[in-house]
């Protein structure tokens, strides 16, 4: 089901390889479609949206906007134990990115300079929520709190109808709970070019952000210098450094847990144990059996699983640094030894008691993370995303008078001379 290969320092290395040029596959046939979808949209707005919606979707509303009593019933009607789930899981979600709120400041100097910084929330946002058979209450949660606790002013929605035409229930409970200001009932690349440019309907927005199929993606990352974007998302991945006081069950299902999501998706074990590591296939043969998508996992472990045996951790961290997972589980008899030393992951699961479930839905950090080895310098999504900052500058004649040589040197040096003229007219004598 899985291949088990040892590292021997090729045979990683061209895994890896071959994941980051499966991240990197472009379809060029959805960059000709988007093009046009966000041409039309961009001239034509609601009309285009609605002929798209159609085209696609099978059905658009008369009315997209789904007003705010329709929100409410939502979360009236759904069932009450996922509603208190959802509850619960936004109370950590909150905690934990309240954590991550900064303020401005201002700092007074002896010379009467003032410098300082605005930290502020963007003015509006759009979030891209999936319907239908991918509808994930849990993206609402992830994508809206960290943006409501930054101070947006605006958050707007989109999400497509299911088959029946109808809004999912559950998606509409969650931006209830989350506190999203408007939603549409609209998807695709169009809902995307929508919030983009702004129709007679919807509003446009700054930043963009929220999961898609390709097509989503295609027209963020086109988009991206219109608005601001989240990121570019490949294929979802889990990394699991496991020694052999590790629960081979643990592990085999929490590989599935990842590989369910895609055929692309990729599930990898690191370990130091031979043992272990058969232990952990037959696990994976016996528990797959049961499971609902076990076609996509079974798939998705032969043509992008490994099971790595290392020589010992020292080479299973490095390896974990220099793959930078999305997801990174470290299943070890000490697992806070090595938080130092994993540099590069989208979020780190420490213990055999931490499984990624746990972080996808619940424990509060977010899980809009950094994919194909792109942790090595993108961070997850967080309140940080949904700000922007301004620096200020106050100077008095005497500071500047003092600083002034200074800038007038360096303004030279660089030929630019109406800079350093900009300086020296301040004091030059009638």
């Known amino acids: ?9 090729r045979a990683e290395r061209e895994f890896i390889g071959q994941l980051r040029s ?11 479609a988007v093009t046009d979808i966000l ?11 609605k002929e798209y919606s159609i085209r696609f979707d099978g059905w658009a509303p008369e009315c997209p906007e789904v007003d705010a009593a329709t929100l409410q019933q939502a979360q009236q009607e759904c069932d009450p134990q996922f509603l208190a789930a959802l509850k619960r899981a936004c109370e950590n979600i909150r905690d934990f990115h309240q954590r991550q709120k900064q303020q401005s400041w201002l700092e007074t100097k002896e010379n009467g300079v003032i410098l300082g910084q605005r930290v502020r929330g963007l003015e509006r946002v759009g979030l891209y929520v999936p319907g239908g058979t991918a509808a994930y209450p849990s993206s609402v949660l992830m994508n809206a709190i960290p943006a409501k606790i930054a101070g ?16 999912n229930q559950d998606i509409l409970a969650a931006a209830a709970v989350a506190g999203v200001d408007r939603v549409f009932l609209m998807g695709g ?25 390709i097509y989503v993606a295609t027209a963020k990352k086109l988009l991206y210098g219109t608005v601001d974007i989240d990121m570019i998302a490949g294929p979802s991945e ?17 590989l599935m847990s990842q590989a369910e999501h895609d055929r692309l998706a990729s599930a990898i074990l690191l370990t130091t144990s031979e043992v272990l590591a058969q232990k952990t296939l037959a696990a994976l043969e016996r528990q797959v059996q049961t499971l609902s998508r076990r076609d996509i996992i079974e ?7 490994m099971v790595l045996i290392c020589r010992n951790m020292d080479q299973a961290v490095a390896f974990a640094n220099e793959l930078a997972p999305e997801h990174l589980e470290v299943c070890v008899a000490n697992p806070m030894e090595y938080v130092g030393r994993l540099d590069n992951a989208g979020s780190v699961f420490l213990g055999n008691y931490a499984p990624e479930p746990l972080g996808d839905y619940y424990a509060g950090p977010n899980h809009v993370l950094p994919t ?56 030059q004598k009638p």
């Open 1 to 9: 089901m899985i291949p088990v290969v040892k590292a021997d320092g």
């Open 22 to 32: 499966r991240g990197a596959q472009a379809d060029k046939a959805a960059v000709a």
């Open 39 to 49: 041409e039309q949209v961009r001239l034509r707005g609601d009309a285009a949206v």
């Open 152 to 167: 947006v002013k605006e958050l707007v929605m989109v999400t497509p109808p299911g088959k029946d035409g109808k809004p």
């Open 189 to 213: 690349a169009q809902a995307v070019a929508a919030l983009a440019y702004g129709t007679q309907s919807v509003p446009k927005v700054d930043k963009i952000v929220g999961p898609g199929n």
């Open 238 to 254: 889990i990394l699991i450094v496991a020694d052999e006081t590790a629960n081979p069950e643990y592990l085999a299902a929490d």
């Open 299 to 305: 798939e998705s472990l032969r043509e992008h699983g």
């Open 372 to 427: 194909s080895g792109t942790a090595r310098f993108f961070s997850p999504l967080s309140v940080d995303s949904f700000v922007k900052k301004s620096s200020f500058i106050y100077y008095t004649r005497p500071a500047l008078e003092q600083a002034g040589e200074d800038v007038i040197r360096l303004a030279q040096a660089e030929g630019l001379t109406a800079h350093a003229n900009s300086i020296a007219v301040r004091f």
